[in-house]
T-cell receptor
């Protein structure tokens, strides 16, 4: 089975700190995604990456950046954490192939970030 | 802009009932639709994926149907069990990303 691992289950940071959230997948997937999940708002896409060194903005990229130096690792960076970035962060990956339509998305277990 | 809605937001049923969860979407130009399960404080687990050319998919006690023309999908859970208690989310694959609904929180009591 595909394994998507997020480095921290819970994280507490202070306003203004630089925060790194790490995600690693072990199935050589090309596509990787970062979502945040908030009550009443559902999952919202922050950034995604088609391949190494490639990145695309999602629906809410403000205040975030990403890094994909290696295929298996996709990092989400909060340059200067703010209280409104307190949320559950979910990483996901997906293989791509000739038949794009039948590829499932696999999620990590999430990182609950609290910014004080 | 694609919007995905799930009704009801919450559902509480006794064990053994057959259930239908609903998902509707506004733009029928989708590649596929996925149903996920999320346990409290955890990540999402993919349950079923229906390609746009398919009408339904089945896995064990789960059956998902897709009607693109009406912008609807249903997840049918047969003979519900307490272990089915979780939040169920549907997501449609539009162009290059998944758009999620806000989920249905299901509780199955013994």
């Amino acid at each position: 089975d595909v394994k998507v691992t997020q480095s921290s289950r819970y994280l507490v940071k202070r306003t203004g700190e630089k925060v790194f959230l790490e995600c690693v997948q072990d199935m050589d997937h090309e596509n990787m995604f970062w979502y945040r999940q908030d009550p009443g708002l559902g999952l919202r896409l922050i950034y995604f990456s088609y391949d190494v060194k490639m990145k695309e903005k999602g629906d809410i990229p403000e205040g975030y950046s990403v890094s994909r130096e290696k295929k298996e690792r996709f990092s989400l960076i909060l340059e200067s954490a703010s209280t409104n970035q307190t949320s559950m962060y979910l990483c996901a990956s997906r293989q791509t192939g000739v038949v794009l339509t039948n590829e499932k998305l696999f999620f990590g277990s999430g990182t609950q970030l609290s910014v004080l | 802009k694609q919007e995905v809605t799930q009704i009801p937001a919450a559902l509480s049923v006794p064990e053994g009932e057959n259930l239908v969860l609903n998902c509707s979407f506004t733009d029928s130009a989708i590649y596929n639709l996925q149903w996920f399960r999320q346990d409290p404080g955890k990540g999402l687990t993919s349950l079923l994926l229906i390609q746009s050319s398919q009408r339904e998919q089945t896995s064990g006690r789960l059956n998902a149907s897709l009607d693109k023309s009406s912008g609807r999908s249903t997840l049918y859970i047969a003979a519900s069990q307490p272990g089915d208690s979780a939040t169920y989310l549907c997501a449609v694959f539009n162009t290059d990303k998944l758009i999620f609904g806000t989920g249905t929180r299901l509780q199955v009591f013994p």
